[in-house]
């Protein structure tokens, strides 16, 4: 059984997915704490599963280094051992990402490296492009660009808004990221860095 930190800055239906499925005792893996930089929505979801929660927005600190140094001291007090980033939008510095490095994934909703940023869905609608899909990745210094772990295409259709797709990939996203997390706990992915 793995331990778990998760990072949202949303609705956190990844989150819910996840703590969903870690109710079933076959599941490898357990939330011990789910962290925000803002009052997301998403914290109702772990208050309901009895999970602890905390905010540390970027706003209270003079410099994005001391905000991330009190972020990963909150991640490490649970001492996780792996940190999940689920629709975390605020990018994290080196301070931060080094202190967790092989330990930390995100999932992104787009083919990497196809698609990068905060609106990948919107990006591949606007490129024409006839399928996009889910990335999960190791997080690196970069905005997603750390090494790939794990992909899933999701077809895009002729009449797709934004938000449709986005629901789409969600899908797609809830089964990727459970199952990857799957993977890391039963130590079978070749990148494995725990
Ligand atoms: C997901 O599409 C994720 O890939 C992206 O942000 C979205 C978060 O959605 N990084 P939710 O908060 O889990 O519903």
């Given at each position: 059984m793995i331990s778990v930190v998760v990072l949202i800055s949303g609705s956190g239906s990844n989150l819910l997915s996840l703590l969903q499925k870690s109710?079933?005792?076959?599941?490898?893996?357990?939330?011990?704490a789910v962290g925000s930089d803002?009052?997301?929505?998403?914290?109702e979801h772990a208050e309901l599963y009895e999970v602890d929660t905390f905010v540390v927005s970027p706003?209270?600190?003079?410099t994005k280094e001391l905000w991330a140094a009190t972020l990963l001291a909150n991640v490490q007090h649970h001492q996780p051992d792996l940190v999940v980033?689920?629709?975390?939008?605020k990018v994290l510095p080196a301070n931060f990402v080094a202190a967790l490095k092989g330990k930390l994934i995100n999932i992104h909703p787009?083919?990497?490296?196809?698609?990068?940023?905060?609106h990948a869905v919107r990006d591949a609608l606007r490129a024409g492009a006839t399928k996009t899909g889910v990335t999960v990745h190791y997080v690196d210094e970069?905005?997603?660009?750390?090494?790939?772990?794990v992909q899933s295409e999701v077809a895009i259709e002729p009449n797709d808004t934004e938000a449709v797709l986005h629901e789409r990939i969600k899908k797609v996203e809830h089964e990727l990221l459970a199952s990857t997390i799957e993977q890391i706990a039963y130590k079978q992915l070749p990148a494995l860095k725990l």
């Open positions: 109710e079933n005792p076959l599941y490898p893996a357990k939330i011990v803002k009052n997301a929505p998403g914290l706003e209270r600190f003079a980033l689920a629709g975390f939008m787009s083919l990497l490296p196809e698609f990068k940023g905060a970069g905005v997603d660009t750390g090494e790939i772990i």
